[in-house]
Nanobody, 122 residues
Framework: VPLVESGGGLVQAVGPLRLSCAASGGTFSSYVMGWFRQAPGKEREFVAHISWGGGSTSYADSVKGRFTISRDNAKNTVYLQMNTLKPEDTAVYYC????????????????WGRGTQVTVSS
């Protein structure tokens, strides 16, 4: 299923930013949706994921309490609301879809977007 992220950009520390990821084709509600990020020189890391119906979510410790993942199955879209941003949140953010697993591992996700850059200035 093609995934397209949007909403990235340059933001000052502490400021909020909301990322969106729109899916086209397939049955969006049949996918677990996740957000990952990759900073320069680092491996891609799990940020958050949300279950098929949106009733279950999980977050990396580094973003817990600051980021919120949500989804609107009627709009085929998943969101990542990011608050109290820090310079260390600077990365390319990717959304991903998994057909069967609520996983924190990138290898368990079947479809990926191209990413959107988030840069947090201090």
């Amino acid at each position: 299923v093609p995934l397209v992220e949007s909403g990235g950009g340059l933001v000052q520390a502490v400021g909020p930013l909301r990322l969106s990821c729109a899916a086209s084709g397939g049955t969006f509600s049949s996918y677990v949706m996740g957000w990952f990020r990759q900073a320069p020189g680092k491996e891609r890391e799990f940020v958050a994921h949300i279950s098929w119906g949106g009733g279950s979510t999980s977050y990396a410790d580094s973003v817990k309490g600051r980021f919120t993942i949500s989804r609107d199955n009627a709009k085929n879209t998943v969101y990542l609301q990011m608050n109290t941003l820090k310079p260390e949140d600077t990365a390319v953010y990717y959304c991903a879809a998994s057909i069967r697993l609520m996983s924190t591992l990138a290898r368990d996700y079947n479809f990926w977007g191209r990413g959107t850059q988030v840069t947090v200035s201090s």
